[in-house]
Structure formats: C-alpha cells, structure tokens
C-alpha cells in the first residue's frame, strides 16, 4: 500500500527558503503514470495546488507560485522534493504531498497535464516566523 | 482560474440520512471533477474521480453526479466515520482548483 510523508522544518524565518521532503513507500516513484505533487492550505483558506515532477526531471507549476518555487524528484531514494524561496506569513500553511495521476489516454501520457491527486500524505504544517 | 464554490459550508445529517453536498465551477470543467474527504489529522483520501467514478475501496453509500458547472456529492446513508470536511477539485483548466470544504456533522 502507498504511503507518502512528508519531513521538513516546521518553523522557517521570513524571506528564507521552506524545504520540504516527501518519502514514498509501496510504490514506484518511477511510474510514467504519475507525477508527484505538492498542496497546501494556509488557515482558513482553500486547498491551493503548488506543482508537481516527475521522474525524468520535468516540473509543472501553480502560475501564481511558479517564480519561488521548485520541486524535483530523487528516484535514488525514492523522495520529492519542494523548495519555495523567499516565504511570508502568507506562505504559513499544512503542506501535503501527493501523488498525481498523469492524464493519459489510450495509452498515451500527456506531458505536463494531470488529473486528481489520487494518494496524499498527511500533511505538516509549516509556520513562516520570526 | 476557475473558482469552485462549495455549498452549503457545514451540513448536519441524522445517522441513516442523506447528505447532499454541492460544488459549482464558475466556468465548465466537463466531468473532470474530483472529491476528496478529509478527517482531522489523516491523509485527505480520493472518493470520487470523474464526477461519478467512486476510487479504489470506496464504500458504495458515497456517489457522485454532475457535469458542466453543477456537482453533487451524496452519502445515501450517514455513518459516524463520514465525519469530515469534503473537497471538490476541477482538474478541466489549468491550474487546478480546489473548492473551500463542506463540513459534514452527525445531528
């Protein structure tokens, strides 16, 4: 079964970078099925989706984050990894991880395109302090 | 980006009852919508994929039903472990959006 948790700091000072790692287990993080994302949802507002990577190296972002942010993806050890540069206050928030099925049809994947997140960690929260 | 609007925010429902929770896409997303229940301190978990495809180990009382910009999320008979918020997620544009939650409470 898929499990997916996610590690990091819980407190990162302001205009610093929030480095947040994901493990995998049961699971391929090799799959051409699926990307890996990440999601967020500060206090009292909606989920927001930030982006997602795959396994060969390419990335897809929120357009409204896109400019801080960074994920990759480790199939080494089986980790992803999100890195948004220069938070705020704003950016306090519980952060999952997911995996993310990639649209495909009649067994072709799309680049770049996905659907639902089909598997999500527990979250952290990750508070923007100084 | 299309915002999804969830309705109503918080729905209390006898145990056996029906809970009927609503989602609205202020553009057409087609069927290419998803819900997604949350309890406090789990891992949110996919119900339903494509309006109305229940995911893997979904129990039967959890259905979904809509097209366009009209959804619903129906739980035919309310059991205890149905306490949670719910989310509706439109993945038809780019970016994908999610709705604010509807917490569902037993009467």
């Known amino acids: 079964q898929l499990q997916l948790q996610e590690s990091g700091p819980a407190l990162v000072k302001p205009s610093e970078t929030l480095s947040l790692t994901c493990t995998v287990s049961g699971a391929s993080i090799s799959s051409n099925d699926y990307y890996w994302g990440w999601i967020r949802q500060p206090p009292g507002k909606r989920l927001e989706w930030i982006g997602s990577?795959?396994?060969?190296?390419?990335?897809y972002y929120n357009p409204s984050l896109s400019s801080r942010v960074t994920i990759s993806v480790d199939t080494s050890k089986d980790q992803f990894s999100l890195k948004l540069r220069s938070v705020t206050a704003a950016d306090t928030a519980i952060y999952y991880c997911?995996?993310?099925?990639?649209?495909?049809?009649?067994?072709?994947?799309?680049?770049?395109?996905?659907?639902?997140?089909?598997?999500w960690g527990q979250g952290t929260l990750v508070t923007v302090s100084s | 980006e299309v915002v999804m609007t969830q309705s109503p925010a918080t729905v209390s429902v006898s145990p056996g009852e029906r809970a009927t929770l609503s989602c609205r896409a202020s553009?057409?997303?087609?069927?290419?919508l998803a819900w997604y229940q949350r309890k406090p301190g789990q891992a949110p978990r996919l119900l339903i994929y494509g309006a109305s495809t229940r995911a893997t180990g979904i129990p039967a009382r959890f259905s979904g039903s809509g097209s366009g910009t009209e959804f619903t999320l129906t739980i035919s008979s309310l059991q205890s472990e149905d306490v949670a918020a719910y989310y509706c997620q439109q993945y038809n544009n780019w970016p994908r959006t999610f709705g604010q939650g509807t917490q569902v409470e037993i009467k």
């Open positions: 553009q057409s997303v087609s069927g290419n």
């Open positions: 990577g795959d396994y060969s190296g390419g990335a």
């Open positions: 997911a995996r993310d099925r990639r649209l495909c049809s009649g067994g072709t994947c799309y680049s770049g395109l996905a659907e639902y997140f089909q598997d």
